[in-house]
Structure formats: C-alpha cells, structure tokens
C-alpha cells in the first residue's frame, strides 16, 4: 500500500461533513492523477496513532511554530517518504478542516484576515474552514507547491486562466474531469509530487 502524502483530520466536525470531506479530497485524489496533471497523490486520513501529537501541535497560536510542532509530530507518529534525491526525506503533509467558529479557524483568521476560507503555513500544514470543496481542494493545492495567482493589494488574478482554483476567491465551475489550475501550478505541482519514491 503506498503511504499517503497528504493526510486529512476533521476536527469536531459531524460525521456527514467528514464523509464529506473524505469524498472532496479523494475526488482531488482523482483529479491529479489524470491530465493536466498526471502525478499520483496518495490522500489519507490521519491515523488515530497520531491524533494526540497533532493535536497537541494546533494548539500553539505562533502558525510557524503551529506548522513546524505539526511537521514534527507527523515525523515522529507516521515517519517520513523518501524522495529521489539520495539520502533525502520529505515530510507528509496535513490539512486540517474544521467549522468557521472553531478556535483553531479564529487564530488563523486573527493573524491573516483576507484568509476567510482557510490558509496554508511552512508547505507542511494547511487549515480550512469553509465548507467548499474549492477552498478545501485549493490549500491542500498549497501544500503540494502551487502558489496562489492574484494580487496580495486587490485580490485580483495573476494568471491567464479564467478558473484557475488558485485565485483568490476560485470561480465555481463544472470541473468535467479535469483540475482547474493554470500552467504554472501545474509544472509545480508536477516537480512537488516526482520527487516521492515510495
């Protein structure tokens, strides 16, 4: 079984809504598999093994030293993949998705309040608290090296293409089996995902 890059935790949400989150991420899994893409990502759950470090981690209220605890929490329970460089290890990477209301939601949106869906900090965590499948989909895109196409003063696209889910506020769309994200990310995202080996 190959070990997931990515994994997922849904903190106090129901369990409709984590069904839910489940279904979007497993559709992105999909989705980077195929053109324009075409890289494998393997999106887990976060092991119950590793709930207690994780969570321990979130409660710092520094998001650098929120996303560096998470980093090491995630070594330590699930360990690490290796990369093709020689003697290399990446990190698996989080997302955590969790309501609007929630405290860990507020401190994020404390320190960044243009952030109104989520945000992603140090490519290792990423925090989501909206409901869509866009924003979800959209920081989890972070965490595997895309970066944001608009402009920090207006919001508005940096990029050409017209849905590209990585513009401030995406358009939603009929994604019709392929990822809306413009050349650019995808190139990241592609060097981001070559690099696991296992």
């Not at 190959?2 to 989150?21: I, N, R, S, T």
């Not at 690490?80 to 949106?109: D, Y």
């Not at 089996?177 to 990241?188: A, F, H, S, T, V």
Request: with cysteine; net charge neutral.
């Amino acid at each position: 079984m190959v070990k997931p890059f990515v994994y997922y935790y849904p903190l106090d949400l129901a369990e409709p809504e984590q069904c839910q989150v489940q279904a979007y991420l497993k559709r992105l899994e999909r989705l980077l598999a195929v053109p324009p893409v075409e890289r494998h990502c393997s999106i887990g759950r976060l092991p119950s093994s590793a709930e207690k470090g994780v969570l321990a981690a979130l409660q710092e209220t520094d998001l650098g030293i929120r996303a560096m605890k998470v980093a090491e929490a995630m070594s330590c329970e699930i360990g690490t993949l290796a990369t093709g460089e020689a003697n290399t290890r990446l990190i698996p990477r989080l997302v955590v998705r969790c309501p609007p209301n929630h405290p860990l939601a507020q401190t994020c949106l404390k320190v960044y309040p243009d952030a109104r869906w989520g945000l992603a900090s140090c490519k290792v965590l990423a925090v989501v608290y909206d409901e869509g499948e866009l924003a979800l989909w959209h920081e989890v895109l972070h965490l595997l090296g895309a970066k944001d196409c608009y402009s920090p003063q207006n919001s508005g696209p940096t990029c050409e293409h017209p849905q590209c889910i990585m513009q401030y506020e995406p358009k939603v769309c009929e994604v019709q089996g392929k990822l809306p994200i413009c050349p650019k990310n995808i190139e990241r995202i592609r060097r981001e995902l070559s690099q696991i080996t296992d």
